[in-house]
């Protein structure tokens, strides 16, 4: 996949409103029955989600579905066997990353010599890294610091597990005014020689650790944009923004979104359905998200189509966001379910022309939304993902859930 051309006569967008995850009841008991707007709504076991989401991966990949079905249960396997892997070798991870469905074959890079490990046959292990994994993640962060007090504007980094070397994606209107490599490289060494608490890795870099792609724009990296949704979260009658997962926090119970959604304080579960609800904190650097409670229940369940609820069981833990996964998004705007997105980075990090940056952003290939569908969730099966926050006509973004709970100090509600 070519992501070099992706701002290319393309907006940007941070499509706000989203994903319709009716995360709430007008009720005043969890047994009364739901006042949905679409009654015709059916509650998904957790066999039926995932050969739901399995069907529909299968068909945007024009795969069999029983080869895909294999695929995913291979991603599941893999996780608890990175787990195990990262447990017992803590900090000598330095990449990890799968083949895309429906490919059963996972990689993994030690630092240093590969140790002593038994694993299956489909999961390659090679060594030689020159940093952990966690290095890897906070040279591609620090790179934006450092880029940023240097002044440039309107870029994104992140660590590509599948290089190993660290994306920098610059936007301009005269790419041929923009940096080359030696030039990035030598603000960052000139930036070491300043800061003795540069990390190892980026007082180790060199010009082949960088993979630069300067590209012609003149829009943000993204741009805020308030459209249609789902489940509405209104602004005094107004509707802007939509309900992200159910939480509990400090303030009580409520509901996430992106955070650059601003005066929401109604929540519309139907148009016959309005409540309250009141801002309580939010998080724009260190991810997208804010926090409301409101005035009625909110359960442990999500919208997947708008035609199937299902309950929240877990949530995905950020570290096991390998490049390769797959996952889905669905949004109320664009009334589509889709799971041809495959994570391409976690820890990624971006920074606007105004100077603001967003860091621990997921990144993931396709882009399904349109305007209305920020702030809902992304998810696979039963297991809550992130918050979705924009997109750009070839990728999309989101803060990943584990980040949504330690930035609002809140719980995503689960069953």
Request: proline share 3%; net charge neutral.
């Amino acid at each position: 996949m070519n992501y070099g051309s992706m701002f290319k006569g393309t907006q940007v967008k941070m499509l706000t409103s989203a994903m319709a995850l009716a995360l709430a009841t007008s009720v005043a008991s969890a047994q009364e029955s739901v006042d949905y707007d679409n009654a015709e709504f059916k509650k998904q076991t957790s066999a039926e989600a995932f050969e739901a989401d399995v069907a529909i991966l299968a068909r945007e990949k024009g795969a069999d579905k029983a080869a895909i079905a294999r695929a995913m249960k291979f991603q599941e396997k893999f996780e608890a066997q990175a787990q195990e892997l990262m447990e017992k070798f803590p900090n000598k991870i330095s990449r990890i990353w799968l083949e895309p469905a429906p490919s059963q074959m996972a990689h993994v890079q030690f630092v240093g010599r590969v140790p002593s490990v038994q694993l299956p046959a489909n999961v390659s292990v090679q060594g030689g890294g020159r940093f952990s994994l966690q290095e890897n993640i906070q040279r591609a962060e620090h790179m934006a610091d450092v880029l940023k007090k240097a002044g440039k504007r309107n870029f994104m980094t992140y660590f590509d597990a599948r290089t190993g070397k660290v994306k920098v994606e610059m936007a301009m209107p005269n790419p041929a005014k923009g940096p080359n490599k030696a030039k990035v490289l030598e603000i960052l060494q000139r930036s070491a020689k300043r800061d003795q608490d540069m990390p190892r890795g980026l007082q180790a870099i060199t010009e082949g650790d960088i993979d630069l792609e300067v590209i012609q724009s003149d829009e943000e990296i993204y741009t805020l944009e308030h459209s249609r949704g789902g489940n509405w979260l209104r602004d005094d009658g107004f509707r802007e923004c939509t309900s992200g997962w159910a939480v509990s926090g400090p303030n009580g119970d409520g509901i996430v979104t992106a955070a650059h959604c601003t005066g929401l304080n109604q929540f519309e579960e139907s148009t016959s359905s309005i409540y309250s609800m009141t801002w309580r904190s939010q998080e724009r650097g260190n991810g997208d998200a804010e926090y409301h409670t409101t005035t009625h229940i909110e359960p442990a369940e999500f919208w997947a189509t708008s035609a199937s609820i299902r309950d929240v069981n877990s949530i995905k833990s950020t570290i096991f966001m390998f490049p390769g996964s797959s996952v889905c998004e669905y949004g109320r705007s664009s009334n589509t379910r889709t799971c041809n997105h495959d994570v391409i980075a976690t820890g990624v990090t971006a920074t606007f022309t105004d100077g603001v940056t967003v860091k621990n952003l997921v990144r993931v290939s396709g882009d399904n939304s349109i305007g209305g569908d920020s702030g809902g969730g992304w998810s696979w099966n039963n297991k809550a993902w992130g918050v979705h926050s924009g997109s750009n006509g070839s990728t999309s973004l989101f803060t990943p859930v584990q980040r949504v709970q330690k930035e609002l100090n809140v719980t995503i509600k689960k069953k």
